[in-house]
């Protein structure tokens, strides 16, 4: 079982490079494991590998440290990693959360030279004294300082120059290397290519600035109305591939304290406006900032939160925050088992899951928190509960609802040093009890079903065609089963009995749907709407009338 030889020889340095750290860091045994051909290995690292790891116990940080020497493609994928739980052990996921994404600087002239590509002319013309010296520097781009000629300043995010050709190489590799695992026992388990799939597709789209653009004007739409939260405007005609350019914000950083009081500011009120905002982007719009760390967030004055950096962000579908409720109504009510079959029609537990042993440890973290105010539970403390748990049932949640986890973790983190007293499911549950509500209401499960019509209308449309063919079927005796009836006359009665029952069933269900929509949609009463809702009455006894009949039936 071997990587490709065409891949081997056009990356034959990179791949060396890659296994070398590896072994060096005690992992050599993954060799084996996944069944590498040796021969790409120097004959001194062969020798290495084949030794048994001289520090064990410290395998979760040299992982971190094996990343961290790989360079920008591994740090991401390790940043990434860190939002994993259902994929690395807890001991891990601690280490990867330590990833730092800070390098030396890119020189000027190279800086200037990839500017100049992109604009297409010269960046003096463009800017006002735009500072060699970058703002802040980290592995995909550095940041510069500068002012647009009519007097605004603005920061210059500058791609880094050839990066997109070394994370080219290392997707590739790490592309390669998915498909082996995929055929070791490992694959058997994860979903080894989907993980680097979805990791791919992350990372080249934070390398496309434009897309980060957009980003920043869908928060700003969806905040419209949001006075307590500012988004920095972007630059069009000087944004493109590899080049952002924002309006700058100025402020006090989230997490300066002293600053803040300093600067009169209530912190209550900023953790609270905090708060309101994530809550909002998670439940309300499915759209969220997925990098909420400190230096990403500035206090302006009037309590005014100022956003930064849209590259990583959380999208949650509709279907996603119904499931995020029902599991959030099971686990108010103390319902483990209701939370295990959600889990598994989520498809984050798999069917063959040894089901009593997930839902006795679903139950011990559930007695855990019983009785306890909601001001007293705290979202860092759940979320670290959880990890073993989804590690050990190998639950795969989709990887934005893990991202959120780490989202909502962090924020409550800058809550509490804004306000002790921070309680982000206070904050919260307004918004889910009203989206639970409107979770039973036409408004949001009709859609689906009216969407379903169609379906009900086909099978309702073939029932009797199939049920005459089923009937002539058994008549001829051209089933592919053998099967020996007695009473074949009174056995073909109640076949077309039950058929003409099932019949009318999926007649009656279409009616019974297809009313309730159409009541809230005419409206305005008259004799339309009674009419319709006479309908609906009349489908609703007659159904009820059929489910009394086929009871009886039975008795």
């Not at 930064?308 to 509709?318: A, C, E, I, K, T």
């Not at 058929?499 to 004799?527: C, D, E, H, K, Y």
């Amino acid at each position: 079982m071997t990587v490709p030889r065409f891949r081997i020889v056009r990356h034959l340095g990179r791949y060396r490079q890659i296994v070398g750290v590896f072994i060096k860091h005690g992992f050599g045994f993954a060799i084996d494991h996944l069944g590498l051909d040796r021969g790409l290995l120097h004959p001194r690292l062969r020798r290495q590998a084949e030794r048994p790891p001289s520090f064990p116990e410290d395998l979760a940080k040299h992982f971190r440290l094996s990343l961290e020497e790989l360079g920008p493609t591994f740090v991401k994928l390790g940043q990434i990693l860190s939002t994993r739980p259902d994929l690395l052990p807890p001991a891990y996921i601690a280490e990867l959360t330590k990833l730092q994404d800070s390098v030396p600087p890119a020189p000027w002239e190279s800086v200037r030279a990839t500017l100049l590509q992109e604009l297409g002319f010269e960046p003096e013309r463009v800017f006002v004294g735009l500072d060699p010296e970058p703002m802040a520097a980290a592995s995909l781009a550095q940041v510069h300082a500068a002012r647009l000629p009519g007097g605004e300043d603005v920061i210059v995010k500058v791609q880094r120059p050839g990066i997109t050709d070394v994370i080219q190489k290392d997707l590739e590799i790490l592309s390669d290397l998915a498909a082996v695992a995929q055929r070791t026992p490992l694959g058997q388990v994860y979903d080894t290519i989907g993980i680097v799939e979805d990791f791919a597709f992350t990372l080249r789209n934070e390398l496309d600035y434009r897309r980060e653009g957009r980003n920043a004007d869908r928060f700003r739409a969806n905040f419209t109305n949001e006075t307590h939260l500012y988004i920095p405007r972007v630059h069009w005609e000087y944004t493109t591939r590899r080049v952002l350019v924002l309006e700058r914000i100025d402020g006090i950083k989230i997490d300066d304290i002293v600053a803040l009081d300093a600067g009169g500011f209530d912190r209550h009120r900023v953790a609270l406006h905090s708060a309101r905002i994530i809550v909002k982007e998670v439940l309300e719009d499915g759209f969220f900032h997925a990098d909420p760390h400190p230096g990403n967030f500035v206090v302006m004055p009037g309590e005014i939160i100022g956003a930064m950096d849209f590259g990583m962000v959380g999208h949650l579908s509709r279907r996603d925050r119904l499931n995020l409720i029902r599991l959030y109504i099971a686990s108010v009510r103390l319902q483990n088992e209701r939370i295990v079959e959600q889990l598994i029609r989520m498809e984050a537990a798999q069917a063959t899951v040894d089901r009593d042993a997930l839902a006795r440890d679903v139950g011990r973290l559930l007695a855990k928190y019983r009785d306890l105010p909601l001001k007293e539970i705290r979202a860092r403390e759940v979320i670290e509960e959880i990890m073993p748990l989804a590690f050990r049932h190998h639950l795969r949640l989709p990887s934005d609802l893990w991202l959120l986890g780490k989202t909502l973790a962090m924020m409550e983190g800058v809550g509490l040093q804004l306000d002790p007293d921070f309680d982000i499911f206070a904050v919260s549950e307004p918004i889910m009890r009203r989206l639970m509500r409107e979770f039973w209401t036409p408004g949001v499960w009709g859609p689906s079903l009216l969407a379903d019509l169609d379906a009900w209308g086909q099978l309702f449309s073939m029932a009797p065609r199939s049920g005459a063919r089923l009937l002539q079927s058994l008549e001829k005796g051209e089933l592919p089963l053998s099967l020996n009836f007695r009473g074949s006359d009174e056995t073909l009665t109640r076949l077309d009995r039950i058929m003409n029952r099932l019949a009318l069933s999926i007649l009656t269900a279409a009616l019974i749907i297809g009313l309730a929509m159409l009541v809230p949609a005419i409206g305005g009463g008259g004799f339309v709407q009674g009419l319709v809702i006479l309908g609906f009455v009349a489908a609703v006894a007659f159904g009820a009338w059929l489910l009394v009949s086929m009871i009886r039936g039975r008795s």
